[in-house]
């Protein structure tokens, strides 16, 4: 079985708090490998997740949230490239939007989700961003209040949908951070590099929320094992017997 981790992210920036990202963690759609945890009570209503993701291919799931088809969240990348999010709530699809930008190349994306459904105007009450950069969504926009699932006493996912093997992620997903209770815009998780002109991954320093974690994948600890200190471990399922770091600054 070949080694599961790569590095997305080299090299060192004079921005305060920039981080570097040592490796990734693999997905491989036809062994349909993912990471689960069932969550707590927390808040479904507010809530951020930031990720980089690489990916291979379309129509995927990249995270959802539910134990049956009938309540859940989800989100990934559809068959044109675009990235989608949904609530289905008692078998209802009460919110579906789709990114205007399409992403088909095969370089990393830094995504990141908030959640802030109890927000007074409904276009703020889910926001995309990639790349630093606030998406523009069509679609079915949120409800007042809405629970999402995420933060659920449920199944959470990673790598496909969270109640069935169906859409399976294959690519790459490093430094992911799922903070509960907080709806937190980009410039806490990434920054824009002024040498570069680039968008640059940040260490989040702030509190995390009952179900929240930060995932590095980067072969620091165990495939799933949280490191913000808050215990919300994830049990990897499909990986084999290897967790070894490849060589960290060698990209493929």
């Not at 995309?128 to 699932?149: A, C, F, K, R």
């Not at 449920?154 to 294959?170: E, L, M, N």
């Not at 920054?191 to 929240?212: E, I, M, R």
Request: charged share 15%; aromatic share 12%.
């Amino acid at each position: 079985m070949s080694r599961v981790f790569v590095a997305p992210i080299i090299g060192q920036s004079a921005a305060s708090g920039a981080q570097v990202i040592d490796g990734s963690l693999k997905f491989d759609s036809v062994a349909k490998n993912r990471i689960d945890r069932t969550a707590t009570s927390g808040s479904g209503t507010t809530w951020t997740l930031a990720l980089w993701v690489k990916k291979q291919g379309n129509d995927c799931h990249v995270f959802g949230a539910g134990d049956v088809s009938t309540d859940r969240f989800g989100f990934g990348f559809n068959g044109s490239d675009k990235i989608f999010a949904f609530v289905i709530d008692s078998n209802s699809t009460v919110f579906s939007i789709t990114t205007s930008a399409v992403f088909r190349d095969n370089g990393w994306y830094h995504i990141v989700l908030v959640a802030d459904t109890t927000n007074g105007t409904q276009a703020n009450r889910f926001k995309v961003y990639v790349n630093g950069v606030l998406q523009t969504v069509s679609g079915t926009l949120m409800p007042d209040s809405q629970d999402t699932n995420v933060n659920s006493a449920v199944t959470h996912t990673i790598g496909r949908r969270s109640y069935t093997d169906s859409d399976p992620f294959a690519g790459r997903i490093t430094n992911a951070y799922l903070i509960d209770g907080q709806a937190l815009d980009e410039s806490y998780f990434g920054f824009t590099d002024g040498l570069t002109n680039t968008w640059k991954p940040k260490k989040y320093t702030g509190t995390f929320g009952t179900n929240g974690f930060w995932l590095p994948m980067d072969g620091s600890a165990s495939i799933g094992k949280d490191q913000s200190g808050q215990g919300n471990d994830w049990t990897p399922v499909n990986f084999g017997g290897s967790l070894e770091l490849d060589n960290p600054n060698v990209s493929g």
